[in-house]
Each structure stands twice: as structure tokens, then as C-alpha cells.
């Protein structure tokens, strides 16, 4: 996920792209740009997400549980061993190799989450107290990276809806904004030198894909507790969306009715866009997304259309065009 800032790009490294665009075809190509950016701007605003309940219903009315048998892969998990040792995550390092060892220490006692914003219940819940009122089941989902790895987890979690229910969104409620920690003392890429990320680290998702029965919270993986370098002690986990939109090291969780700002998108909006989802048939600027390695096998795999989740998730995104809305 290391990319560069136009600031950051020598002037070198442009040079071809001068010399092939002569001036007139600039112009033409950055009017394009405004108006892109303008058709989708327009687009949003004339398209603001949908109601999740209709009057006279509430949130917890609509919640659905996941199926009899769940929503997990039966592929071959991924060991634990590259599971705890291949990492993103830029708090302690941008060295995927690094984070592991770096994250051993980290404090998540005691710990607690706020939910608030366009709630009527808004609660400060400590995780303990949190863990013993929400189910916890096991979820072997896939997860995949936009940087093209991917991984089989067997996470210990549960339903994001179960807990949104409880302090019951109000009808302008639109999308949940979510917020890591900030503690520059415990995490050392909050205060050394740039990887070019805004702290905390923040993420977003529209209401009703937080309300799907596939996105859950989770607390622990093969059985154990959340080590630290996969986001202990509570993470967010959105099987059918790229990785970086399963934050980590949750402390808030906000209902909002705007759009919220997310970390990637607030640093390359060009590269990534608020819904992210798993799509091969739509390349990220710099390299296709059509294939996939997954961790501890040989060859590359062709990448599924919402990473293998279409079935489920696919009717949130009716209508919509993917390209624009990447
Ligand atoms: N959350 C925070 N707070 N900081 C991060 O750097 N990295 C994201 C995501 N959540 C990240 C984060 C990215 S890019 C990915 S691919 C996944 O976490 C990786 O999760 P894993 O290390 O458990 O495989």
C-alpha cells in the first residue's frame, strides 16, 4: 500500500507523460477530470443512500441473522503463523514483516468503545462488559488486500448489527463512521516520520453494509484472543471489501449522515474510493485487481467479484455503477 503523494513524484518520473500529452490534450483530459468529478459529486448528492427501515420500523426489526450453516468458506485456512506474521498495519510499521514484533506490549486493558452520533442510546460500552451481551461465533471468511494477497481467517466475532441495534439509529442515520485508537505513546507510526496517513486512522461504511449479517466485529482468531498486530482487542471485518476497510484497534463508532472520510480515501481519493469492494473487473490506476496470491500457495488465483460474496451482498449495490462508485 506504498504509494506516492503527487508532491512526492520526481519531476523525472513525469517527464514521458509531457512529452505524450501535448498541451491542447491536457486541457481536454483535466476538463474531463472536472466533469467526472462533478458527475459523481452530482450523482451523490442526488443519491443519498436509502432509508435502512421504512416508517414505523425499527432497526432491530430488520436485523437478519446470518444463515443456518453461516456465511463461512470451507477453503483452507490460512496458518496462524502468516495470519500474525504478514500485517498491515501502519501504526507500528509500514514493514508488513515488522508489525508482529512491534505490536507485542500493546495495552487493550481496560478498553472501551463509544457509540454515539444519530443514535438514541448513544453508550460508552467497556469491551468486557460488551462481550458478555453479544454472541460470539466463528467466521472463516477470505480476506483481501487491494496490494493483491489474500488470506482465509477464522475469526471469533460477531454481528456489527447486534450491536448498532442496541443503541437503536435514528431515521437520518445514513452510514457508521469508525475511529481507531490515537496514541502516539503506544503506536510509534502515529508520530514517526510520515507514512503520509491522517491519525487515527478512520473508515466508513454506509448503514446498510454495516447492517448486513456478513459484517461482523471480531475479537479473537483460531480460537484465541485478537493478537495486537491484527487489531486487538476489537477490529472491523467487511469480507466483501478490500482489507484496508476492515479497521483495527477500535475506540469509536459514530452514525452519521454524510458520507464519512476514510484514511485511504482522504490520502490517494484517486486510488481509493469510500466503498472499495472486491471487484476484478475494475483495476486500481496502477495494476489490475483480476488475480490474487493467497498466502502460502504457489500461483496466482483469479480474484471473485465482491471477494466470493456476491450472492449476499450483491443487491446493496443495485443500480449503482461500480467504476464511478469504486
Ligand atoms: N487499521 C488500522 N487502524 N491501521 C492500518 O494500517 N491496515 C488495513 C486494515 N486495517 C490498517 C487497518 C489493511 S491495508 C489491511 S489489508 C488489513 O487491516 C490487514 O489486516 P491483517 O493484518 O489482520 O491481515
Not at 490534450?25 to 443512500?49: H, I, K, V
Not at 471480531?218 to 477490529?235: F, H, M, S, V, W
Request: glycine share 6%; net charge neutral; charged share 25%.
Amino acid at each position: 500500500m506504498l504509494i506516492k503523494k503527487p508532491d512526492d513524484i520526481k519531476s523525472s518520473e513525469i517527464t514521458d507523460k509531457e512529452t505524450y500529452l501535448n498541451r491542447r490534450n491536457f486541457m481536454r483530459g483535466a476538463a474531463l477530470l472536472a466533469t467526472t468529478a462533478a458527475t459523481t459529486w452530482l450523482y451523490r448528492e442526488l443519491n443519498p443512500p436509502p432509508p435502512v427501515t421504512r416508517p414505523g420500523e425499527k432497526i432491530a426489526d430488520i436485523v437478519k441473522p446470518a444463515p443456518a450453516g453461516g456465511f463461512s468458506t470451507d477453503e483452507a485456512k490460512t496458518s496462524f503463523k502468516d495470519i500474525t506474521n504478514y500485517n498491515n498495519f501502519y501504526e507500528f510499521s509500514t514493514d508488513k514483516q515488522e508489525v508482529s514484533e512491534l505490536a507485542q506490549g500493546f495495552v487493550t486493558k481496560p478498553w472501551s468503545v463509544a457509540v454515539e452520533g444519530l443514535v438514541n442510546k448513544p453508550k460508552v460500552y467497556d469491551l468486557d462488559d460488551l462481550l458478555k451481551l453479544v454472541p460470539q461465533e466463528e467466521r472463516i471468511y477470505r480476506l483481501r488486500c487491494v496490494e493483491r494477497w489474500s488470506m482465509v481467517i477464522p475469526w471469533v466475532g460477531f454481528s456489527l448489527a447486534e450491536l448498532l441495534k442496541r443503541v437503536e439509529p435514528t431515521a437520518q442515520a445514513r452510514y457508521v463512521a469508525f475511529e481507531t485508537l490515537y496514541d502516539p505513546k503506544q503506536f510509534p507510526g502515529q508520530s514517526g516520520l510520515g507514512t503520509g496517513l491522517d491519525w487515527p486512522y478512520v473508515e466508513g461504511l454506509r448503514l446498510d453494509e454495516a447492517m448486513h449479517p456478513l459484517t461482523i466485529l471480531a475479537t479473537g482468531l483460531y480460537g484465541e484472543k485478537l493478537p495486537p498486530q491484527d487489531g486487538a482487542p476489537i477490529r472491523l471485518v467487511v469480507p466483501w471489501k478490500y482489507g484496508f476497510k476492515s479497521i483495527k484497534s477500535i475506540v469509536k463508532i459514530k452514525l452519521v449522515e454524510q458520507m464519512p472520510p476514510t484514511a485511504w480515501n482522504l490520502y490517494a481519493p484517486r486510488e481509493y474510493g469510500f466503498y472499495s469492494n472486491v471487484n476484478p473487473n475494475v483495476s486500481h490506476p496502477r495494476w489490475s485487481q483480476a488475480k490474487e496470491q493467497r498466502i502460502g500457495e504457489y500461483g496466482l488465483r483469479d480474484t471473485m467479484m465482491f471477494n466470493g460474496y456476491a450472492e449476499q451482498v450483491a443487491q446493496l449495490y443495485q443500480g449503482m455503477d461500480l467504476r464511478v462508485n469504486f
